[in-house]
């Protein structure tokens, strides 16, 4: 018996969403760029996928680009505004400290370019001001960039609150928002937001790997990052991936139909992990928010006096799958950034483990791992005492 609870990391692809892959893979197998009809079958399966992506987000589908995953939709949207802006004034970009290793390393690239880059860092709870980003802002700022809910903690940063404010500036300031983590799992409106580009990953919602999107405002500038046949509308060439835009699309119309049972479902799970914890009486901490800032599907916890990565090792022996923080930086011998920047102490740092939950998860999957946890938490202080 498997328990996955690394939700965060990938998603198991649902079997709507598999098989619509196969069906296109077999059946509507066309390259949309041909004009013959199963060509013609094919553009219709990827602008029906654009359409549900739109709705989700409250834009229109003509603003919605395919791209292969979501580092890819960042990488675009901070190299293709800062290309379109090459001969301009305006190099300067604000992130937070707390972003995916995507936009960190994206930023710190253009920063090897000219770039000056402003790091904002976060609250002790994981939660960035707006006031302190817009204090970075300044008439060379070409792009804000901030991240709607934390791959680690599971924190929910205030968007619109940005987004509203640098609508409101005197000069214009981009904004973009990583919604990896949020995409169809938290209401989301673009416009009311004032939302330029923002991000998104299809295996994080059930669909298969491979397959992301960016949305660009419509009217915002911004040069591709591939050239070739001019797919995507002459922004992202490359034959699209229609299997999985497809399969993208169903799992965009799973998520948004199944949003209210599924967060009901992923809330239970996560107090039962929590209050399972508790009955067993063990030292922990948590490094996430539990109220409306906070989401349920990713838990943060620390276990002072019980390495993550010994940990891991103990609760895969029962079958259980959770990580030590970002799957793309996990195999990393460092702590993690995101709690590095809330300045929590080393103990806690070096202990910490992410637990992230689908609508598939279950109370009692919850009560197993609370179990098994705390019996390796036990053994390991009980090891390091000796």
């Known amino acids: ?5 690394d939700n965060s990391a990938t998603t198991q692809v649902s079997e709507k969403a598999a098989a619509k892959a196969l069906e296109v893979m077999r ?8 004009l013959y009809s199963l060509g013609l079958a094919a553009e219709k399966i990827v602008q029906d996928a654009r359409e549900k992506a739109a709705l989700a987000i409250g834009a229109q589908a003509e603003e ?6 979501g580092t890819e939709s960042n990488n675009w949207a901070f190299k293709g505004l800062a290309e379109a802006n090459r001969k301009g004034k305006k190099n300067h970009l604000v992130i937070t400290a707390i972003e995916h290793p995507a936009i960190l390393q994206t930023a710190k690239a253009l920063e090897n370019h000219g770039y000056q880059v402003s790091v904002v860092m976060p609250q002790k709870d994981g939660r960035m001001k707006a006031s302190d980003l817009l204090a970075k802002v300044k ?6 960039s901030c991240m709607h809910v934390n791959n680690e903690t599971g924190v929910i940063q205030p968007i619109a609150e940005i987004g509203c404010a640098l609508a409101a ?5 981009y904004f973009h928002v990583d919604a990896v983590q949020s995409f169809a799992k938290l209401p989301i409106d673009v416009k009311k937001n004032k939302i330029d580009f923002l991000s998104a990953s299809g295996h994080k919602i059930h669909a298969p790997k491979g ?7 419509k009217g915002v500038r911004i040069l591709p990052l591939l050239n070739g046949g001019g797919q995507e509308k002459g922004m992202r060439s490359g034959t699209e991936n229609v299997p999985g835009i497809a399969a993208f699309g169903v799992a965009i119309a799973e998520a948004l139909a199944q949003r209210k049972i599924r967060m009901q479902g992923m809330q239970a799970v996560c107090e039962a992990l929590c209050t399972g914890l508790q009955k067993e009486q063990i ?14 599907y990713i838990l943060n916890l620390s276990f002072p006096g019980a390495p993550a990565e010994v940990l891991l090792h103990y609760l895969e022996q029962d079958g259980i799958c959770v990580s030590a923080g970002s799957a793309c930086s996990s195999r990393k011998d460092i702590f993690s950034h995101v709690l590095q920047a809330m300045d929590l102490p080393k103990e806690r740092l070096a202990s910490s483990l992410r637990f992230s939950f689908s609508g598939s998860n279950t109370v009692e999957e919850a009560q197993i791992v609370a179990k098994s946890l705390a019996k390796a938490v036990r053994e ?3 090891l390091r005492m000796k």
């Open 283 to 296: 030292e922990f901490y948590s490094n996430s928010q539990m109220d409306e800032n906070g989401v349920p």
């Open 139 to 144: 008439e060379e700022t070409l792009l804000v």
């Open 1 to 5: 018996m498997v328990i996955y609870f």
């Open 169 to 173: 500036l005197s000069h214009k300031v």
């Open 64 to 69: 919605i680009y395919f791209t292969g995953c």
């Open 211 to 217: 397959i992301g999107l960016l949305y660009v405002k």
């Open 380 to 382: 390991i202080r009980g």
């Open 27 to 34: 059946q509507n197998y066309g390259n949309p760029s041909s």
